[in-house]
């Protein structure tokens, strides 16, 4: 079974579960890059609207060929209770006709439930199949801690039962 983990990352937390689900289940990783400034102070208050008005951004890779994997994972930040703008715009860029995915949504204290919610009316409407998902909370944690909770959760979830295609 051929696994592809997708993932957005401003602070490298997402990025860091995504990577820790990627070394446990053998698969391989795809990070979208958001083109608009995020990191100012003026970029985070856009972020923020951005995510709320489901606004648009420009990202690299714009769209992936997705014939070659059977799973794939797709994970997003949780900003003001709903999924990063680059997610959002790569979902609606995407074939996902027949697809299952897991999502996985970060979130410094809450608003994971929404943004998963979000991300998964998406992706039906393209087609794609919900068949798990979880949230991890990073508020305050080190990577290690993270990373420590993204262990457990694949524990939890039984994750490595999907990747004994």
């Given at each position: 079974?051929?696994?592809?983990?997708?993932?957005?990352?401003?602070?490298?937390?997402?990025?860091?579960?995504?990577?820790?689900?990627?070394?446990?289940?053998?698969?391989?990783?795809?990070?979208?890059?958001?083109?608009?400034?995020?990191?100012?102070?003026?970029?985070?208050?856009?972020?923020?609207?951005?995510?709320?008005?489901?606004?648009?951004?420009?990202?690299e890779?714009?769209?992936?060929?997705?014939?070659?994997?059977?799973?794939?994972?797709?994970?997003?930040?949780t900003?003001?209770?709903?999924?990063?703008?680059?997610?959002?715009?790569?979902?609606?860029?995407?074939?996902?006709?027949?697809?299952?995915?897991?999502?996985?949504?970060?979130?410094?204290?809450?608003?994971?439930?929404?943004?998963?919610?979000?991300?998964?009316?998406?992706?039906?409407?393209?087609?794609?199949?919900?068949?798990?998902?979880?949230i991890?909370?990073?508020?305050?944690?080190?990577?290690?801690?993270?990373?420590?909770?993204?262990?457990?959760?694949?524990?939890?979830?039984?994750?490595?039962?999907?990747?004994?295609?």
């Amino acid at each position: 079974m051929k696994i592809l983990i997708i993932y957005y990352s401003r602070t490298k937390k997402t990025e860091t579960v995504a990577k820790t689900l990627a070394d446990e289940l053998s698969a391989e990783t795809m990070e979208i890059k958001d083109l608009k400034d995020r990191y100012s102070f003026l970029g985070t208050m856009g972020s923020i609207i951005d995510a709320i008005r489901e606004n648009k951004t420009r990202i690299e890779p714009e769209s992936i060929d997705l014939t070659e994997y059977n799973l794939l994972y797709i994970g997003s930040p949780t900003w003001a209770g709903k999924p990063a703008p680059a997610i959002i715009t790569l979902i609606d860029n995407l074939n996902l006709k027949g697809k299952d995915i897991i999502l996985f949504s970060t979130v410094g204290r809450q608003g994971g439930n929404n943004a998963i919610e979000r991300m998964a009316e998406k992706i039906r409407a393209r087609g794609g199949r919900i068949i798990n998902s979880f949230i991890i909370k990073t508020g305050g944690k080190q990577f290690n801690e993270i990373k420590e909770d993204t262990l457990n959760i694949i524990e939890e979830k039984d994750l490595k039962i999907y990747s004994m295609g």
